[in-house]
């Protein structure tokens, strides 16, 4: 079992419990209203083609369909797949690999990805991967955070933690560093002190603490 295999199956057996946490009915208003002025804030119209990496339960797509882009989800976990179609009928969900999305250069005007730059098994070639895909101009826009300062949960193999650059990153700026290491211009660090305050409110998910989130943004 290769580690890739061990984060789907751990990302489809969490799938159920992780769509059922962000569709809590008040939690959902509130973060619908909060991260669709993040990604507005982070995508500019005018509309573009979208594709939205490791989009898990399909939210962060769904919200940028909502801000009227054309959005494709690509995730290697079949069970996070199931509940973005259940729940989100706008975007196309696709099984894809963030590392290595599979589609013909300059196909889209933006990359997103939240929570998933921590997850990858290789986050720089992700990058020069993601801005192949893009059209001149184009924006790559993730959320992340240092989300485990008292290093490795149980809920991965210690083999996995292993072979994640960017899952112990003590500092966003680590984060940063592939985005311009890759050679985005203007690369941009945004805490978002408006989704802070949503997670004081509401907390966070299961195997994770309060931290600042913050938007990192480049262009081609
Ligand atoms: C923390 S979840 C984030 C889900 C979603 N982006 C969100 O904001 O709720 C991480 C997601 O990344 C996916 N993932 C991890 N590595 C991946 C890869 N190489 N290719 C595609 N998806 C991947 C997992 O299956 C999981 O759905």
């Given at each position: 079992m290769t580690t890739q295999d061990r984060i789907n199956d751990y990302w489809t057996g969490r799938a159920p419990s992780y769509a059922a946490y962000q569709l809590q009915p008040q939690r959902l208003v509130d973060d619908i209203a909060a991260w669709s002025k993040v990604w507005a804030g982070a995508l500019p119209l005018p509309v573009g083609d979208v594709l939205d990496v490791g989009?898990?339960?399909g939210q962060v797509a769904s919200i940028l369909a909502g801000l009227g882009h054309r959005v494709t989800g690509i995730d290697l976990s079949l069970g996070m797949l199931d509940q973005a179609r259940a729940a989100y009928p706008g975007p196309d969900f696709r099984l894809g690999d963030?590392?290595?999305?599979?589609f013909p250069p300059a196909s889209f005007d933006a990359v997103t990805g939240r929570y998933v730059m921590w997850t990858l098994r290789d986050p720089a070639l992700a990058v020069q991967n993601w801005m192949r895909l893009l059209r001149p101009g184009g924006t790559i826009a993730v959320v992340d955070s240092t989300w485990f300062p008292h290093g490795?949960?149980?809920?991965?193999?210690p083999s996995v933690w292993a072979a994640?650059?960017?899952?112990?990153?003590?500092?966003?700026n680590q984060t940063a560093a592939v985005l311009s290491g890759a050679?985005?211009?203007?690369?941009t660090v945004t805490p978002l002190t408006t989704i802070h305050e949503l997670d004081e409110k509401y907390g966070v998910a299961p195997n994770h603490e309060v931290q600042m989130q913050y938007l990192i943004t480049g262009h081609l």
């Open positions: 989009t898990g339960s963030a590392v290595a999305p599979d490795p949960q149980d809920f991965y193999d994640l650059p960017l899952a112990q990153a003590a500092d966003i050679g985005l211009r203007d690369v």
